[in-house]
Antibody, heavy 117, light 107 residues
């Protein structure tokens, strides 16, 4: 069955960086784009952008163009979200989700990122 | 960006009730509208895609309707396990945008 398994929770200080992984299984990784979504505590869902898993080309929504990097390790069917120069407002749960005809049909379990000094 | 206005923000209903949740797009999104259910501490789960197509494994009490700018999610007979927050997502235009959510509780 299709699964997206994300890395575990992170506790970081402002200014640090982190990298979240999203390992896909149950389908051909390069057949579908990978999307990323942010959910701040007690808030709604915010679409961050996507990465083309065939070419590796990322596309970022406006709020995520500065410190956010999407990348791939295709041989491991894994997508990554890196956040640089962390800020308090980056505290959130981050989800990866598989793209395709149904848009975001399959989701990872989420990775909680806490930024605190 | 396309704005998705979801209503109501909060809904209290009894088991067996018919429940409707609405999403209005700021411009035409054709039928590119999904509905998700999110329970506390879990990832969103796709219920309805492309306005009215039921995702595999989702109970038939969930249905979706609409096209253009106005969309509705209907739960025909509310069950206790339906307590959750529901979100819409437009995927017609870049960037995709979500509604703010509807928190559904039991009366």
């Amino acid at each position: 069955q299709i699964q997206l398994v994300q890395s575990g929770p992170e506790l970081k200080k402002p200014g640090e960086s982190l990298k979240i992984s999203c390992k896909a299984s149950g389908y051909t990784f390069t057949d579908y784009a990978m999307q990323w979504v942010k959910q701040a505590p007690g808030k709604g869902l915010q679409y961050m952008g996507w990465i083309n898993t065939q070419t590796g080309k990322p596309t970022y929504a406006d709020d995520f163009k500065e410190r956010f990097v999407f990348s791939l390790e295709t041989s491991a069917s894994t997508a990554y979200l890196q956040i640089n120069n962390l800020k308090n407002e980056d505290t959130a749960t981050y989800f990866c989700a598989r793209g395709g005809r149904k848009a975001l049909a399959y989701w990872g379990q989420g990775t909680l990122v806490t930024v605190s000094s | 960006d396309i704005q998705m206005t979801q209503s109501p923000s909060f809904l209290s209903a009894s088991v067996g009730d018919r429940v409707t949740i609405n999403c209005k797009a700021s411009q035409n999104i054709n039928r590119y509208l999904n509905w998700y259910q999110q329970k506390l501490g879990e990832a969103p789960k796709l219920l309805i895609y492309n306005a009215n197509s039921l995702q595999t494994g989702i109970p038939s009490r969930f249905s979706g309707s609409g096209s253009g700018t106005d969309f509705t999610l209907t739960i025909s007979s509310l069950q206790p396990e339906d307590v959750a927050t529901y979100f819409c997502l437009q995927h017609n235009s870049w960037p995709y945008t979500f509604g703010a959510g509807t928190k559904l509780e039991l009366k």
